[in-house]
C-alpha cells in the first residue's frame, strides 16, 4: 500500500496494539510507546535535570530501554504519512504524548491526539472521528508534578542516607508512609480497658426460646462498663418479671454503592478476594487493554481504570436501563449515582464493563480465576448502581424487666433491589425469626439462662492495605494512578513496611524515617501539604502559566530546609558487635549499603578492615581449576557452591533435584510402592518421588543414598499421577 494511505497511532501498551489494528484495518499501524519515552536527565546542579537558574528548565533524555523504542518509531514514520498519539487519557498519557510529538518531530499543536476511556470498536471509530489536539496546561501539571517529585526524592533521599541509612523518601511515599507509623503509635499506646457483655436466653409462656444479647439502654451499647453494672443487670432479670413492652416494625431502605472508581476497586477486590491494590490494579488493566473472546475477537472488558470519577456515560445508562428492565423488571430501575472526587483532573467515566451483554457467565471460559472475580465485581457494581434500593422490615422487641430495657430484632427482605445481583457484607440480613414475630406487647417471658463475659478493649487494627488507598484518597495524597504503585514502592525498595496478608506493619527502619522526616519537614510530608500541592497540579491542568511560579514557590524554602536539616541531623550510631577490629583494635560495627549488609571497622577511613565470614568446604575440588568448593551466599543470602578461585575462577555448581520429605521427616514407604531394589545401595527400594522438576525414582534410603533414575514413560505411572 502507498505511503500516503497509511497512518501510525501510538499507544503506550503493546496489548492494545492488536486489539486497535482489527478495528481500523491495513490503513492503519498502531504500535507502542511502552509508556513514558524520556524522563528528567541526572545532570545539571544536585543532579536534578533542572535548569534552576533559568525558570527551573528541564532538560529530558530518552530512557535507555527506550531508545530501541523511539529508533523503530522514526523508522516507522517514514513509512506513513500521519502520525496519530493515543497514549492514555490523563495526565501522565499527555505528557507522553507531548514527548513523542516533539521527538518524533510533530507539529504539537496540529498533530491529532485521540483519547478513548475504553477499548471497543465503537470507542476507537469515534475517537478517530473526533480527534483532539495536545493539551499543553495538562502537559504543564504533569511537568510539575515531575519536577517538585524529583526534587524532594533527590534532596531527601541523599540527606537521609548519609544520617539515618534510609533509602529513599518522597511528597506521596512518605506523607503514605506518616499514616502508617502514626497509626502504629496509636496501636502501642493504646491501653486495654475490661468491660462485660450479657447474653441471654428466654422463654416464652408457650416454651419457644429466644436468645438475645442484652443491650445496656443507658448506655445503647452491649458493652457494660463495669462489673457492678453487669451484676446489677444479672440479678434484676433473675428476679423479676420480663415483659414484651413495645414492638416496632420499620422499612430500611438501602440505597446501592455508585460503580467503582480506582479507590473503591482497590478497596473490594481486598474485601472479596485479598487482592492488593497492586494486583488488582494489574488485573484490570489485562480486561481495559483486551481479552481474546475466541473467533479472533479481541476485546477490552472495561473502561479506564485509573479514575476518581463515579459518572457513566448516558450511551452505558441507556443500554443498562433496558437490560435491567428486560431481566429484572421496571420496578428495579433506579437511578445514576454520582460521586465526584475531591481531585479529580480528568473527566473519565466510572470502572464499568464495556457492554452490558458481555455477562460475566458469558465470557468465565476467556478469563483466568482472577480475571473474572474482578470482571463480575466490576459487571455487577455498575449495573447495580443503576437499580432501585433493597428494602428491609425491620422488627424490633423491647423487653422490660423493672428498671431495665433491652431489645431484640430481626429483618426480613420485603424488595431485593439492587441486592439481586450485588451483595455486600451487611446485606446479608436472615428472615425473621419466627419466635420474635409470633410475640405481642405485654407477653410474660422468663430468663431460663444469662451468660456474663468480661472481655478486654481492643487497639484499632492495623491498617490493610485497601484502607491505606481509602485514607490516600480522602486526604488527597497521590493520584489513582500512584496509590499501588506506593505502597509497593514502601514495601519492596524502600522497605519500609512489610505485607502480611495485605496488613501493614512498619519496619523499625521505616518509623525512624517518618520520625526524621516529621520533625524536620512536618510541612512536606503531611497529608495536608500533599493535598494542597494536588490542588495547585489542578489549577495548573487549567492554566499552564502557574508551572513556574508553583515550583518556585515550593522550592527555595524547601533547599533551606534541607540545609538547616544537614546541619541539625545527627548521623545514625552504628550498631556494634562487641567484637574489636583485629588491625587496629577499635570496635567492629555493621553496616548497611544498596547491595547489602556487612560488619566493619568503625575507624573508616583510616581502617579498611571488613569481617569475613570463615570459608565453608565442601571437602569436593572444582572440576574447572582444582581449586576446593566452597559455599558461598548471594544477594538474598541463598546458599549455593562455588569455586574458592574466584574471580579467577567463576565456576558454580548446579543444584541437583531437591527431594523434599514431609515436615523434614523420612517418609516410611509401603512395600506396595516399591518399584525395584536400588542398584547402588543394594538394600533399598526406588520407589516414585516428586520434585520441582517432575516425578523420578529414588531410593528409599535418602539422603544416605541419592541415587535416582528417570521414569520410562508407561501407562501404569500415567494413571496413578492422574
Do not use: W
Not at 214 to 233: F, G, H, Q, T, V
Not at 578 to 596: H, N, Q, S, W, Y
Amino acid at each position: 500500500m502507498a505511503k500516503k494511505d497509511k497512518k501510525l497511532i501510538i499507544v503506550e501498551s503493546p496489548a492494545k496494539c492488536h486489539t486497535i489494528s482489527r478495528y481500523l484495518g491495513d490503513n492503519y499501524i498502531v504500535k507502542a510507546s511502552l509508556g513514558h519515552i524520556c524522563d528528567l536527565a541526572t545532570s545539571g546542579k544536585g543532579g536534578l535535570g533542572i535548569d534552576v537558574e533559568n525558570g527551573f528548565t528541564p532538560k529530558y533524555i530518552v530512557s535507555k530501554d527506550k531508545k530501541g523504542v523511539l529508533a523503530d518509531l522514526l523508522a516507522t514514520k517514514k513509512q506513513v504519512n500521519e502520525v496519530i498519539l493515543a497514549t492514555d487519557p490523563d495526565r501522565e498519557g499527555e505528557a507522553i504524548a507531548y514527548h513523542l510529538a516533539r521527538l518524533l518531530y510533530l507539529n504539537i499543536e496540529k498533530t491529532k491526539r485521540l483519547r478513548f476511556h475504553e477499548i471497543t470498536r465503537v470507542s476507537i471509530t469515534d475517537a478517530i472521528n473526533h480527534p483532539s489536539n495536545i493539551d499543553m496546561n495538562l502537559v504543564a501539571s504533569q511537568e510539575t508534578r515531575r519536577i517538585i517529585d524529583r526534587i524532594i526524592g533527590f534532596k531527601l533521599s541523599s540527606l537521609l542516607s548519609k544520617k539515618i541509612d534510609s533509602r529513599s523518601a518522597g511528597r506521596v511515599q512518605s506523607a503514605t508512609l506518616k499514616l502508617i507509623c502514626d497509626h502504629e503509635k496509636e496501636i502501642r499506646n493504646f491501653k486495654p480497658e475490661p468491660y462485660y457483655t450479657l447474653k441471654g436466653e428466654l422463654k416464652t409462656s408457650d416454651g419457644k426460646k429466644i436468645s438475645v444479647s442484652i443491650l445496656d439502654r443507658s448506655k445503647n451499647s452491649e458493652e457494660l462498663p463495669n462489673l457492678e453494672r453487669a451484676n446489677y443487670i444479672e440479678n434484676t432479670l433473675r428476679n423479676s418479671p420480663i415483659f414484651v413492652s413495645k414492638i416496632k416494625k420499620s422499612v430500611r431502605t438501602k440505597e446501592s454503592k455508585e460503580p467503582f472508581r480506582t479507590s473503591t476497586l482497590q478497596q473490594e477486590a481486598f474485601n472479596h478476594f485479598g487482592y492488593t491494590p497492586e494486583r488488582t490494579q494489574d488485573i484490570a488493566h489485562k480486561l481495559y487493554e483486551g481479552i481474546n473472546l475466541g473467533n479472533d475477537e479481541r476485546v477490552g472488558l472495561i473502561t479506564y481504570m485509573r479514575t476518581d470519577f463515579t459518572q457513566l456515560s448516558e450511551t452505558f445508562i441507556n443500554r443498562a436501563t433496558n437490560f435491567i428492565k428486560e431481566n429484572y423488571g421496571e420496578n428495579y430501575l433506579g437511578h445514576p449515582k454520582v460521586r465526584e472526587g475531591l481531585l479529580a483532573q480528568e473527566a473519565h467515566e466510572a470502572i464499568r464493563p464495556t457492554s452490558n451483554h458481555r455477562t460475566p457467565d458469558s465470557v468465565k471460559q476467556y478469563l483466568s480465576k482472577e480475571e473474572f472475580n474482578l470482571y463480575k465485581l466490576i459487571y455487577q457494581r455498575a449495573q447495580a448502581s443503576l437499580m432501585a434500593p433493597r428494602k428491609d422490615e425491620i422488627l424490633t422487641i423491647t423487653f422490660t424487666a423493672a428498671d431495665i430495657n433491652f431489645t431484640a430484632s430481626t429483618s426480613r427482605i420485603i424488595f431485593p433491589g439492587y441486592s439481586i445481583i450485588y451483595s455486600e457484607p451487611d446485606d446479608n440480613s436472615a428472615e425473621a425469626n419466627p419466635t420474635l414475630t409470633s410475640l405481642k406487647e405485654g407477653d410474660a417471658l422468663y430468663l431460663i439462662n444469662v451468660v456474663k463475659e468480661e472481655k478486654m478493649t481492643m487497639p484499632p487494627a492495623r491498617y490493610s492495605e485497601a484502607k491505606i488507598v481509602n485514607l490516600m484518597e480522602e486526604l488527597g495524597i497521590g493520584r489513582p494512578s500512584t496509590y499501588a504503585s506506593t505502597i509497593s514502592t514502601l514495601k519492596a525498595k524502600s522497605k519500609y513496611v512489610i505485607s502480611k496478608g495485605g496488613i501493614l506493619t512498619p519496619t523499625e527502619q521505616g518509623e525512624l524515617t517518618s520520625d526524621v522526616l516529621d520533625s524536620y519537614f512536618h510541612n512536606v510530608v503531611s497529608a495536608k501539604y500533599t493535598a494542597r500541592m494536588e490542588e495547585n497540579l489542578d489549577k495548573i491542568s487549567k492554566d499552564a502559566s502557574l508551572e513556574q511560579q508553583t515550583i518556585s514557590e515550593f522550592y527555595y524554602p524547601f533547599v533551606k530546609q534541607v540545609e538547616d536539616a544537614y546541619k541539625k541531623i545527627y548521623p545514625k550510631k552504628p550498631k556494634e558487635t562487641g567484637e574489636l577490629c583485629p588491625v587496629c583494635g577499635a570496635p567492629l560495627i555493621e553496616r548497611t549499603t544498596p547491595k547489602g549488609s556487612f560488619i566493619g571497622c568503625s575507624n573508616f577511613p583510616q581502617c579498611t578492615y571488613i569481617k569475613k565470614e570463615p570459608l565453608v568446604y565442601t571437602g569436593e575440588n572444582c572440576p574447572q581449576c582444582g581449586k576446593p568448593l566452597v559455599e558461598r551466599k548471594d544477594k538474598k543470602g541463598r546458599i549455593f557452591v562455588a569455586c574458592s578461585g574466584y574471580p579467577k575462577c567463576k565456576f558454580i555448581k548446579k543444584e541437583e533435584p531437591v527431594i523434599k520429605e514431609t515436615k523434614n521427616v523420612k517418609k516410611e514407604y509401603d512395600s506396595s510402592e516399591y518399584v525395584k531394589p536400588c542398584p547402588e545401595c543394594k538394600d533399598g527400594f526406588l520407589v516414585k518421588k516428586k520434585s520441582k522438576y517432575g516425578y523420578f525414582l529414588g531410593c528409599t534410603n535418602y539422603p544416605k543414598c541419592k541415587h535416582q533414575e528417570a521414569i520410562l514413560k508407561r501407562k501404569s505411572f500415567k494413571k496413578k499421577s492422574a
